[in-house]
C-alpha cells in the first residue's frame, strides 16, 4: 500500500515518478526551489559557477 500523497515512486498514480530534485506533494510532483541549485528560489533560476542552493539563494 502507498500513500500517492507523498511517495516520489508513485505520486498521484501508481508509477508516477518523480524525477530528479522533485518532490511529491500532495500528489503533485513539484521542484524543491529552496534547495536545487538549477532552481534557486524560482523555477529556472541557475546558481552560477558551483554554488549551492540554500534557503532559495545561491
Known amino acids: 500500500c502507498r500513500d500517492l500523497t507523498i511517495d516520489g515512486e508513485n505520486c498521484g498514480a501508481c508509477g508516477n515518478r518523480?524525477?530528479?530534485?522533485?518532490?511529491?506533494?500532495?500528489?503533485?510532483?513539484?521542484?524543491?526551489?529552496?534547495?536545487?541549485a538549477m532552481h534557486c528560489g524560482v523555477c529556472a533560476f541557475a546558481c552560477m559557477g558551483g554554488q549551492q542552493c540554500v534557503y532559495g539563494r545561491c
Open 18 to 36: 518523480c524525477g530528479f530534485g522533485e518532490t511529491c506533494n500532495f500528489g503533485s510532483c513539484d521542484i524543491r526551489v529552496r534547495t536545487d
